[in-house]
């Protein structure tokens, strides 16, 4: 899906938001369980449920391959369903890829080529040559990471670089979470001049553009969208961190949303594990049309 692609699905369906398919067999309703793949029963009730107020779907790797084959084969069906059914989603893989240039170049044959999704989660910290194999596809996205919403984020994502060297940047850091540990890196520093999730948005455009690169940004970071918006004004972010991490829509719009919409907001548990009866489906369904009826707002 190119770019103008997916801006014309935002604004014809009036939302941006992004269902994230983390399915977990020992979440799903257990009426399910009877079924020859409980997995991909759940999936498909849920997409044809949300699709009217989605424009994405993200299937989250690690639940299916905690699986084994069975999950693999879950996800393939899944994806299949979804390129059959719903053509115009944007489908995204969380797999959070990223190894040496061969090894990455099979990731990409993997998830581009034999499954035909649109974009894929990477991990930029091997650098250029671990992310450029999977911008050699038309058509196809690379995500990567940048300044996400978990807690342990900033253990490196916030440490300032200067001239090669590290050190903490104090006004963002918790002890909590290793800052003091962290701010003797490099004390002499006194006036730190980029940080790293910075150094990563601004070195990766090197190697991609905003038509085949988005960055994952946690909903949870609020302000924090102002300065990655100094770095790349025009790229796609894709923002999970709503609903049950507790990550505000409308903060997260306030400093990140451009004239293109310019995000993909994700939201997982709050909308698939909403009601654990018969009806989890319809009440998905339901999350998710609230959730679209606040993005129209939004855009408007």
Known sequence: ?????????????????CVGLDTDIKKIPEHLLKEDDPIFAFNQAIIDATAPYCVAYKPNLAFYESMGVKGWISFEKTITY????????????????????????????????EINLDALT???????DSVTPFLQYPGKWVILLALTSNKGSHDFQLLSVDNGQLTVDSSHADSSQGGSQLSTVNSQLSTPQERLFE???????????????????????????????????EHFLLVPGIGAQGGSLEEVCKYGMTKDCGLI?????????????????????????KVAEQMAALLS
């Open 1 to 17: 899906m190119t770019r103008q692609e997916l801006i014309h699905q935002i604004f014809t369906k009036k939302t941006f938001l």
């Open 82 to 113: 979804l390129n059959e059914n719903y053509p115009n989603h944007f489908i995204i893989a969380d797999a959070k890829r990223g190894d040496i240039g061969n090894t990455s170049a099979m990731y990409a044959r993997t998830f581009f080529e």
């Open 122 to 128: 990477v991990a930029p910290y091997m650098g250029e």
């Open 199 to 233: 150094k990563v948005l601004r070195k990766s455009q090197e190697w991609g553009n905003a038509d085949n690169m988005m960055y994952v940004v946690g909903a949870t970071q609020g302000q924090m969208f102002e300065d990655i918006r100094k770095v790349v004004p």
């Open 265 to 289: 907001v994700n939201s997982s548990r709050a909308i698939i594990y909403a009601d654990k009866t018969e009806r989890f489906a319809e009440v998905a369904g339901e999350e998710a049309k």
